[in-house]
């Protein structure tokens, strides 16, 4: 607390992120971040731009990168947005989409950003309960509302939503604006791109932090109506005009284009997200089905809280959400074969003993 601070700033809760711990040898599935590095094609296309450019500002609305992500999911390039990661994006669209005298929808278990996004902007909120097997039921939905937002699939559950019931929402609040957080969609689930053009109340948003294993470039971007996307572009400009580098947008172009190094990296995620469900269940977890590259699970008898303390003892760190409903659950990240293996050995002997 300090007196220079204005009374909001001295109400925020802010959101609470993953720890990055500086720890030689730490498994660290408590982020979804990608196991993988990014393309190798990215560190080349950084390499070409150290030189004095640099001294150059950005195109504002990082044009080459925008014109890619476009060509990629069949848009106009002033379909698309882009931002510093999806957070600052998602900023943006509380900021400017969503601040409604009616109450802003979302799931009661869902990204824990939501609802410190509308403390900072004022906006009033209903999260909406999931059911008992943590799916989304759309007309829950069907009540007034300034907007609706939801991730899918759903984090931390890993549920995903499939594009017949997306639609149903869409036609039921043609005056809201729904947004769908696409943070997971590439590790299995389908995108709801193509409903674009049919419903300009849909925006869509993205991430190359996960599938496209940049989360340090940090590189967001939202997908709608010409007419969503220009609304997202005056609230930028009257904040910060250049929010993507050189680097990030290079980084990103390059990630693009290695679509075949994409497609083989969310493989392996996904089979070994098939793999490690499997050897979960066999040592007593419940393990809801996920279409993220991470499970959300809890033991039938061992409290969440006593096996994330002792996988981090072992130099295992998963993530534990202390909030009601969920707080015997683990969110653990999808890693390489051998840190999902170095998990399901640890929980094997912790789990005997
Ligand atoms: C990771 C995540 C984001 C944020 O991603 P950045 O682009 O790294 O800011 C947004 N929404 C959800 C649901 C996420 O899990």
Known sequence: MSKYWSDLVSQLKPYIPGEQ?????????????????????VASAIQKLLNDDLRLYPPPNADGLRQVIANYYQLAPKQVFLGNGSDEVLAHIFNGLLQKPEPLLFPDISYSFYPVFCQLYGISFEQIP?????????????????????????????????????????????DSVVVVDEAYIDFGGETAVPLIELYANLLIVQTMSKSRSLAGMRIGYAMGSADLIEGLERVKNSFNSYPLGHLPIAAGIAAFKDQEYFEDTCQRVIDSRDRLTNNLHNLGFEVVPSAGNFIFVRHVERPA???????????????????SRIEQFLRITIGTEKQNERLVRVLTSQLES
């Open 21 to 41: 711990p500086d720890i030689a040898n730490i498994t660290k599935l408590n982020t979804n971040e990608n196991p993988y590095g990014p393309s190798p094609q």
């Open 130 to 174: 999931l059911a008992k097997d943590l799916s989304l039921a759309v007309e829950d939905y069907s009540r007034p509302n300034g907007g609706i937002i939801f991730p899918n699939p759903n984090a931390p559950t890993g549920r995903l939503l499939g594009l017949d019931a997306i639609e149903e929402l869409l036609k039921d609040n043609p």
């Open 305 to 323: 809280e006593e096996l994330a303390l002792s996988l981090r003892q072992n130099g295992i760190i998963v993530r534990h959400f202390k909030q």
